[in-house]
Every structure is written in structure tokens, then in C-alpha cells.
């Protein structure tokens, strides 16, 4: 009896258990269909939502090309380019699909800015209300390598534009010249024979390794192009014996940044490895412009059977624009001319009425087109008193239309030594040597004065923003 009794209560309380279990799976289910109707209406009568963002604030003040992805909650609508409203006002493309919309910024942007990215008129791919879609970032403040000779070891540093924050990243007894990008540094060292050793590491310092070089010899014109993956220097052998010409003189090279153990590749021209007077990397390319030793401006794929594009004469390079595949170059009675290196097609730089003074270099904004050589840029003017003697360097902006404006005037016996654009050209760095007089050279491969320093200036206002000791800043393609 009693054992009956005790199966009667266990199946009670499995029926109440089970009335319990369906009760409270009947109010999930109703929260639930509550909250998927909630969410209905609201995406209704809001219309599109951001989800999430991807953007890389760094990347975006230190280069070209880079990405804000905005990802909505649904399926959007087709979004065109003029529906995107970026402030400050930069140049950039777009392309939308799906949930995202891409935004791709075709220049640099400025450090330590904040920025809005708004896309309003947005709808839903099966239609409903309209919403804007939006999001802030803020670049970081600058941040700049450069090269300091000492009396004891030469220094490679990092720091922001205020100073502070000094932090040595290589050093070595001489150090001829670096280059810097992606992340990763490459210095040219001289060693005790004369001979140059080529050390890639990373932005700290550390992961040094050494570059496979032609052979024992010494390097200059270090360059590197973070978008090819490549880095180029202009190689001359020591001589065999005193007096003896080097078997190889300044023959251009590259190699693979990523892997230095890497035998490098000599440039050559119609099959014949010349002597270079002076070259670059084509931005956003593999391609090398270059000017040989009896004068000839040419544009050559490394490694390629193409044909190398000749250009006729020219003197020096002054810059190959970023974004574009264009290029500012000096010819003999020409002057300075704006060469769209594609086609073949130049035009003059218009000049300012009146001009400063002799024009030196010519670096062009990153927005620069350069369709009727009409081009926003800093130029570097020597300034000449009533009797034609130099009396001053010039930093100068002029605009496409000519309109030109100083920046930085650099008084006698200083010397103006370079001038370099930081990555958006917010601002200008001028590399100068105090008192070139009785500032003497010393005996590197890329002889320097003593006492040189980096002066950084505001091109809008001309305002100073930095005096930083050492030259070679990172923003430079190129040494001094």
C-alpha cells in the first residue's frame, strides 16, 4: 500500500513539474516574440543603424589608402558618393554592399584631428524610413624618426613634435643614412673598412637583421617603398687598391623589404645596369624613375621585359606625387616641368608673379593633379639681394593658381639643407645647418654639418611647431 502511495506522489509531482517547465517556457517565448516585435518596429521606423565600424586612426594620418567600414544592422539601399559628407573635407572614394559602406581616404589625413564620417539619406534594401549613418575617429598626435650624429654613437630616435618622449631606437658608432615604413626601419652603418652594412629592424629597435649587398662597397640614395614591398639604394664597390676606379659605380639596386636575406636585383636599362645620377620609387607601383649619367630621365619596371619609358634629358628629380603617377623633374632649358609619366604628356609649373628668388626644390601636395601643371606646393627659394649675393632660403606655398605665400624664411649664414612634407602636408620640416661656416662637414658616405637641425612649421599659419635635433626626418623619401 505504502509503495503505491509513494509512485501516486512522485507522478504528482512530475505532472506539477512538468506544468511548471511549460509555464515558464510559454513567457520566454512570449518575451521573446515581444522583443522581436519591438525590434520590428523600431528598425521600421528608424531605418538603418551602425553596427559596428573598423578604422585604423594611424594608418590613416600616415598614408594613403586607408579604410573606414561601416557596417549597418541590415541590408542598405545603394549609397552614392555624394551622399557621404566627411569633415574636415578630404578626398575620398566610396564603395557600398551589402550591410557596409566603405570609405577610402585617397591622401594622408592630418594628425591629432578629429574626424566625421556622416552618410545621411540611408534606406533599407526592401525600403522604409530613412536614417543617417555616422561615426568619429581622432588621428593621433605626429610621431617622427630622424638621425642624430654624435661625438660618441650616432642615434636613430623617435619622438612627437613636442620633444618629449625621446626614445633611442638604433644606434652605432656611424650611421650613414635610414629609411622608415610599415613599421620597420632600415639604417646604412658604415663600417671600420669604409664598407656599408645594410640592418633592417623593427620601429623599436628590435629583430635587427642585415641585408644580402652586391658586394663590399658603399650605399647611398636609401629609399623604400612601404606599397611595393621593396627597398633601392645607388651601390659603388671599393676599390680594389688606391687610386684603382670601383668596378661597380653607383649602379642602381633593390631588394625585398620582408626578406633581407635575399640576394638583391641590379636595375637595368635596355639590358645594360648604368650609373645613376639620382632616382625615386613611383608611389603605388614597382616602377623606378631614374636619371643616368649622361642625363636621360627614364621610367623602368625592375625585373620586368617591358621597355623602359625615355623621357628625354633632364637634371635632378624633385618628387614623384603621391596618388598619382606624375612627376616634378628639372630640365636644362626647360626649368621645372610637371610629367604625367604614363603618357609621356608635361606641362611648366606655374610660377608666382613675382617669384622670391632662384627655385630650388619643388615638393607637391598630395592632392595635387597636376593636369595643366597648375599644382598646390612648397617650393624652397634662395633669396638674392639688390646686388645678386644670397641672402636667405625661402619656404614658399604656391597655390595652383600661382598665389604664393611664405612659410619660412631662413637668414644667412644658416643653410637650408632640405625640405620635407609630412604625410597629409599639414606641415613643412626644413632640415638646417646653423652658421654653415663654422659648421664643418664630416667624411660620411652622406656628409652632414655638426650641428644640424629639424625645424617644423605649420604651412597654413607658419607657425614653428617643433625644433628637433638631428635631420633625415621619416616623412623624407629620401637623405638630405
Known amino acids: ?44 521606423t528608424q531605418g538603418p543603424r551602425v553596427s559596428s565600424v573598423v578604422v585604423d586612426p594611424q594608418a590613416a594620418a ?11 544592422n541590415q541590408a542598405l539601399g545603394e549609397v552614392s558618393h555624394d551622399q557621404v559628407e566627411v569633415t574636415p573635407a578630404v578626398p575620398f572614394t566610396v564603395d557600398a554592399a551589402g550591410r557596409e559602406i566603405g570609405v577610402r581616404f585617397t591622401a594622408p589625413l592630418d594628425d591629432d584631428t578629429e574626424y566625421r564620417i556622416s552618410v545621411p539619406g540611408v534606406r533599407a534594401v526592401g525600403g522604409g524610413p530613412v536614417s543617417t549613418l555616422e561615426t568619429d575617429f581622432r588621428t593621433p598626435p605626429a610621431t617622427v624618426f630622424l638621425l642624430e650624429r654624435t661625438e660618441g654613437d650616432d642615434e636613430i630616435y623617435r619622438t612627437g613634435l613636442d620633444g618629449a618622449d625621446r626614445e633611442t631606437v638604433f644606434a652605432s658608432p656611424e650611421i650613414d643614412d635610414f629609411r622608415s615604413a610599415a613599421g620597420l626601419i632600415v639604417a646604412s652603418v658604415r663600417n671600420s673598412d669604409g664598407s656599408a652594412s645594410l640592418i633592417r629592424m623593427n620601429d623599436d629597435g628590435s629583430a635587427a637583421e642585415e641585408f644580402a649587398l652586391p658586394g663590399d662597397g658603399t650605399i647611398r640614395n636609401l629609399q623604400l617603398s612601404e606599397r611595393g614591398g621593396r627597398i633601392g639604394y645607388t651601390y659603388t664597390d671599393l676599390p680594389a687598391s688606391s687610386g684603382e676606379a670601383p668596378e661597380r659605380e653607383a649602379q642602381l ?51 620586368s621585359d617591358a621597355e623602359p619609358g625615355v623621357l628625354g634629358s633632364a637634371v635632378d628629380i624633385d618628387a614623384v606625387a603621391r596618388g598619382t603617377y606624375t612627376a616634378i623633374v628639372e630640365r636644362l632649358e626647360d626649368g621645372m616641368v610637371w610629367i604625367d609619366l604614363a603618357t609621356g604628356d608635361e606641362e611648366p609649373l606655374v610660377a608666382p608673379d613675382p617669384e622670391p628668388g632662384l627655385l630650388g626644390n619643388v615638393l607637391p601636395l598630395p592632392s595635387a593633379t597636376g593636369e595643366t601643371g597648375g599644382v598646390d606646393s612648397v617650393r624652397q627659394y634662395t633669396v638674392l639681394g ?95
Open 253 to 303: 639596386f633593390t631588394a625585398s623589404l620582408r626578406a633581407p636575406g635575399d640576394a638583391p636585383s641590379a636595375v637595368a636599362v635596355a639590358g645594360e645596369v648604368p650609373s645613376v645620377d639620382t632616382w625615386q620609387f613611383v608611389p603605388d607601383s614597382s616602377a623606378v624613375l631614374l636619371i643616368d649619367f649622361t642625363g636621360e630621365l627614364v621610367i623602368v619596371e625592375p625585373g
Open 62 to 72: 600616415e598614408s594613403s589608402g586607408s579604410r573606414v567600414i561601416l557596417t549597418a
Open 386 to 480: 639688390e646686388d645678386g649675393v644670397p641672402t636667405a632660403q625661402q619656404v614658399t606655398f604656391v597655390a595652383a593658381d600661382g598665389t604664393a605665400r611664405e612659410v619660412v624664411t631662413i637668414d644667412m649664414p644658416d643653410a637650408l639643407l632640405q625640405t620635407c612634407l609630412s604625410p597629409s602636408a599639414r606641415y613643412v620640416a626644413a632640415t638646417v645647418a646653423g652658421d654653415l661656416a663654422s659648421n664643418p662637414y664630416d667624411t660620411m658616405s652622406l656628409p652632414m654639418p655638426a650641428q644640424v637641425d629639424t625645424l617644423v612649421y605649420d604651412i597654413d599659419s607658419g607657425e614653428r611647431v617643433a625644433a628637433l635635433p638631428g635631420f633625415g626626418v621619416s616623412w623624407c623619401a629620401a637623405g638630405p
Open 1 to 44: 500500500m505504502s509503495t503505491e502511495r509513494s509512485a501516486g506522489r512522485r507522478e504528482a509531482r512530475m505532472r506539477k513539474g512538468r506544468r511548471r517547465f511549460a509555464a515558464a517556457f510559454a513567457v520566454v517565448v512570449g518575451v521573446l516574440v515581444v522583443a522581436v516585435a519591438a525590434g520590428s518596429v523600431v528598425s521600421l
